[in-house]
């Protein structure tokens, strides 16, 4: 562990430089992503074939040396290996069959189905534990309840969450019911993953800033809580990242009530804020600008090292407040990288 600095910080280690990775570390701004993404044929057949997941999850590794890797996988595996249909369509996203009663949740599989479909995953993680150098740790992850059945609600990305919303008030019986199998569903995958070799895992709410006030406590913190409780019961120390994106002034609630050690802020966040109110009770996660990594420049090196000085004074992992973009100049990401290092 002493090797592995993204350990440390989870831990609460205030390290003279933080250890840097980004969300999509593995993606279309790289030719070399992009060579094995044809390769594969389809985005789908990446994700579930074991031998071209890893090869994409390793060529940031080589290429910037980052302090840690994650898995390339989709958050919308899960409701995939629930028996939803999932296609992704070139330059619009994902398409899933809908969920919008109690008689379309019935159609859904049983949960010791699932590892039918997500195996090919878990093989991944078991090539990456192998290849990865010694000093890299490997985060799994999995999508938030709520993130994903935005998605299994409406069967693709919304600007509001609206289909989700609606069915929140409108069928909150069913709209429960999904959530609760979806939970169910990430419990076992992340702790598959574990299994495997995965060292940290993150929970991405892309989503979780769409939620209400009075709802967010109950559709955002309590299912975080219910995950972290049952992967913590199965390994004491699997230090777990929440990334509730847009959570605002939530951000210090869910820290508190999930009792994740680490903590993705998205770029919204004042680093004075949260190194106030989040960064004393759990490492914090981020959190430039993505669009910077297209601007570079003079605006690159001081946004970045004003993140790791805002930071400086607890447990911080430098990462980005979102994923990085495909129009992501590489070069940019070597700028932001000397930055942060020096």
Request: glycine share 10%; charged share 20%; hydrophobic share 45%.
């Amino acid at each position: 562990m002493s090797d592995k600095l993204l350990l440390r910080a989870l831990a609460g280690e205030t390290l003279p430089t933080p250890p840097v990775w980004m969300m999509r570390q593995a993606g279309r701004y790289l030719p070399e992503y992009r060579a094995t993404r044809a390769q594969a044929g389809s985005f789908l057949d990446l994700c579930y074939t074991p031998e071209l997941a890893a090869e994409v999850t390793l060529q940031p590794i080589r290429k910037y040396a980052f302090d840690a890797a994650i898995l390339f996988a989709d958050i919308l595996l899960v409701p995939q290996a629930l028996g939803a249909d999932l296609t992704f369509v070139q330059g619009e996203g994902p398409r899933l069959s809908t969920i919008t009663s109690a008689d379309d949740l019935a159609r859904l599989g049983p949960l010791d189905a699932i590892d039918e479909v997500l195996s090919p995953v878990y093989e991944t993680v078991r090539i990456l534990r192998r290849e990865l150098p010694p000093e890299v740790p490997l985060i799994g992850f999995a999508g938030a309840p709520w993130t994903v059945a935005t998605y299994m609600i409406a069967g693709r990305g919304t600007p509001d969450q609206a289909p989700a919303r609606r069915l929140m008030y409108g069928d909150t019986t069913t709209f429960e019911a999904l959530l609760d199998k979806i939970t169910a569903a990430t419990i076992h995958y992340l702790l598959k993953q574990v299994e495997a070799g995965a060292e940290v895992v993150k929970i991405f709410d892309s989503w979780a800033g769409a939620l209400p006030g009075p709802v967010f406590e109950k559709y955002a913190i309590a299912p975080g809580k219910k995950i972290v409780d049952a992967l913590r019961a199965e390994h004491p120390d699997l230090p777990i990242i929440g990334f509730p994106r847009g959570a605002g002034g939530n951000y210090a609630t869910f820290v508190e009530q999930t009792g994740v050690q680490g903590v993705a802020l998205d770029t919204s966040v004042d680093p004075a804020w949260a190194a106030k109110h989040v960064q004393p009770h759990a490492c914090v996660q981020g959190n430039l600008d993505p669009l910077l990594l297209v601007q570079g420049g003079e605006a690159l090196t001081k946004a970045t090292k004003d993140v790791v000085k805002g930071f400086s004074g607890g447990a911080h992992i430098f990462n980005l407040g979102h994923g990085i973009t495909p129009d992501a100049s590489p070069d940019n990401v070597h700028r932001m990288l000397e930055a942060v290092r020096g």
